[in-house]
């Protein structure tokens, strides 16, 4: 069966950067099972899955645009100290849940000087070239209650 929208897909992955640094693996864990063609993948990785079967297996490289996008210099925003409650002493590259415009987004601290703080909102991973080695474990087709929620059920399947 190939991979085609709303088939679900179940994949062992390991995602290096550039570097060959592993950045996310499921190896030693689940394999990573998603309704294709809803967006719960990144777009690149998608587009580079439709039409494989089980059993296939490829290396793709992602640009950042088809990843977690480009970094935008316009998502940095600097806070007084003092707005940041309750998470203990602040360090660079921590991560915190901040409520904007967006809904939740995570931001990361990228400097901190004197009472101010600077907060990155871009995504950790953007501006990254992605590499990923993709085993496919199984391809079905989804339920219908799957196809109407847009996510999996049962093991291995995102809760969001």
């Given amino acids: 069966?190939?991979?085609?929208?709303?088939?679900?897909?179940?994949?062992?992955?390991?995602?290096?950067?550039?570097?060959?640094?592993?950045?996310?693996?499921?190896?030693?864990?689940?394999?990573?099972?998603y309704l294709h063609g809803?967006?719960?993948l990144i777009s690149g990785l998608e587009k580079e899955l439709d039409g494989k079967s089980a059993g296939d297996s490829l290396q793709v490289t992602i640009k950042p645009e088809d990843g977690y996008g480009v970094r935008d210099d316009s998502s940095l925003m600097v806070v007084p100290k003092k707005s940041i409650q309750g998470v203990g002493e602040l360090k660079i590259g921590m991560q915190l849940h901040a409520s904007g415009g967006h809904g939740r987004q995570v931001v990361?601290?990228?400097?901190?000087e004197g009472d101010e703080v600077t907060l990155d909102a871009n995504h950790p991973?953007?501006?990254?070239?992605?590499?990923f080695d993709v085993t496919i474990r199984d391809v079905r087709d989804a339920t219908e209650e799957e196809v109407a929620h847009g996510h999996v059920h049962g093991p291995g399947g995102h809760h969001h």
């Fill in 1 to 33: 069966m190939q991979i085609s929208t709303g088939k679900v897909v179940s994949i062992d992955y390991t995602l290096t950067d550039d570097k060959k640094q592993v950045l996310d693996s499921s190896d030693g864990g689940d394999p990573l099972t």
């Fill in 108 to 112: 990361t601290i990228t400097k901190i």
């Fill in 125 to 131: 991973l953007a501006g990254a070239t992605l590499h």
């Fill in 38 to 40: 809803v967006g719960q």
